[in-house]
Structure formats: C-alpha cells, structure tokens
C-alpha cells in the first residue's frame, strides 16, 4: 500500500551536486513529515534531514548542513534532497522515509523505501 521510490543516485565526483527525489504513494502525503537517512558501508543508518508535512519546519544534521537542502512538492507526492559540494564522506545508501512528525531518529519513522546508492569519488 505504502510504497516509497528513491531515485537520482549515481556516482560523482568530489564537489559536485546531485539531487534526489522520493515518490511516495497509498497515503495522504501531506499528512505525514519525511525524512532522509543515509547508510554508509559498515554502519547504522543515520540522519540526514526531515521536513514537516506542510514543508514549514525542516531539520539537517550538522555535517550537511549548508551543503544539502530537503523539500518537498505535495502536489507531486514527492520529496527531494538537494546535495551541493558533495564529499566522499557522503558515499551512502541514502533512504527515504514517512512518520507522523519531522523527528530526528529512524525509529519515528513508519515506512521505508528501498535506497539508492550515492558515490563520491575523490
């Protein structure tokens, strides 16, 4: 029912910019805050950013904050993560996520989409 696609992952270069969209369907997209969250090779899943259902409130994580930016288009059920002056420290599986409200950690969130996998290269 609930089905979330990431998509516009790929591989660049150092300094680049890249964004990312998430597709959301099977609930009332404006209800609901999103998140991103990235997964590096041998780690958890942290953090990235999260905005509220209406767009009014965003959080970002320290380390990409004035690099990456999150938004969303409710009339498109979509989300996107703005990445800008991308580092190889950014190499991820950056997942999309809905909760009820913009919260900081993984478990306030309800359903996940499958991933896709961001490469910085040096």
């Known amino acids: 029912q609930v089905q979330l696609v990431e998509s516009g992952g790929r591989l660049v270069q150092a300094g680049d910019s890249l964004r990312l969209s998430c597709a959301a369907s099977?609930?009332?997209?404006?209800?609901?805050?999103m998140g991103w969250f990235r997964q590096a090779a041998g780690k958890g899943r942290d953090f990235v950013a999260a905005?509220?259902?209406?767009?009014?409130?965003?959080y970002h994580t320290d380390s990409v904050k004035g690099r990456f930016t999150i938004s969303r288009d409710n009339a498109k059920n979509t989300v996107y993560l703005q990445m800008n002056s991308l580092k190889p420290e950014d190499t991820a599986v950056y997942y999309c996520?809905?909760?009820?409200?913009?919260?900081?950690?993984?478990?306030?969130?309800?359903?996940w989409g499958q991933g896709t996998q961001v490469t910085v290269s040096s």
């Open positions: 996520a809905t909760g009820r409200t913009a919260y900081r950690t993984a478990y306030a969130y309800d359903y």
């Open positions: 099977g609930f009332t997209f404006s209800s609901f805050a």
């Open positions: 905005i509220s259902g209406s767009g009014g409130v965003t």
